[in-house]
């Protein structure tokens, strides 16, 4: 089995519909993130969250919200989704271990493709 | 502010040949720097990362990637090309303190023809 899966891998949508994507992990880690994927601009963060109380804005927050669950549960939110907010979208994991800097691999889900009509 | 750049949006090599991929990073301080791949329809997998240390990096399928500070590179390489290396690759810098962030790169998408 997967270590971060996401639900729904695809999703068609209409303006203004509120919409869920989720995200779950069993690698144990604290530290999660959702990013956005478009053609020709790589991966940009939208939230990440490094334990259950701490939630934080990425650089794209506007029109997204998120809810951390549990320590493997992430979730985002499109509360009126726009056209615009179709795209490409990752969930990731990282664990934090002293020693190596503060900085740590990230483990990538398999995507969900959002489109807003 | 950290950045990233791919200057190559997409390469074409021929099956056998030999491969590099370009990346250049604006970071005020020693970076950590990522390459990861993006199969088609599949998420990204890390290939290799540079910390600190040998700045000649080894990663998986066959790839390594050499830190240049002066150059402000992290230019990955392949010495032959193989038909399923064809996907699109991220390079990635964090930062050393605070916040555990990626900014990526545009990505390169590579083609092998046969």
């Known amino acids: 089995d997967a270590d971060v899966t996401q639900t729904p891998r695809n999703r068609i949508t209409k303006t203004g519909k509120r919409i869920m994507l989720e995200c779950s992990q069993t690698?144990?880690?604290?530290?999660m993130y959702w990013y956005r994927q478009d053609p020709g601009l790589g991966l940009r963060l939208i939230y990440y969250?490094?334990?259950?109380?701490?939630?934080n804005k990425g650089e794209i927050s506007d029109g997204y919200s998120v809810s951390r669950q549990a320590q493997a549960k992430f979730s985002l939110s499109l509360e009126s989704a726009i056209p615009n907010q179709t795209a490409l979208y990752f969930c990731a994991t990282s664990d934090f271990i002293q020693g190596q800097g503060s900085y740590n691999e990230q483990f990538f889900g398999p995507g969900t493709r959002l489109t807003v009509l | 502010a950290q950045s990233v750049t791919q200057p190559d949006i997409h390469i074409t090599v021929s099956e056998g040949a030999s491969l590099e991929l370009r990346c250049n990073y604006s970071y005020g301080a020693t970076p950590y720097l990522f390459w990861y791949v993006q199969s088609p329809g599949q998420g990204l997998q890390l290939l290799l990362k540079?910390?600190?240390?040998?700045?000649l990096v080894q990663g998986i399928k066959g790839f390594e990637a050499e830190f240049k500070r002066s150059q402000s590179s992290f230019n990955l390489r392949k010495p032959s090309v193989h038909w399923s290396d064809a996907a699109e690759y991220f390079c990635a810098v964090g930062r050393i303190q605070g916040a555990q962030k990626l900014v990526f790169g545009q990505g390169t998408r590579l083609t092998i023809n046969p």
């Open positions: 969250s490094f334990d259950v109380k701490d939630i």
């Open positions: 690698k144990g880690h604290d530290r």
């Open positions: 540079y910390f600190s240390g040998d700045t």
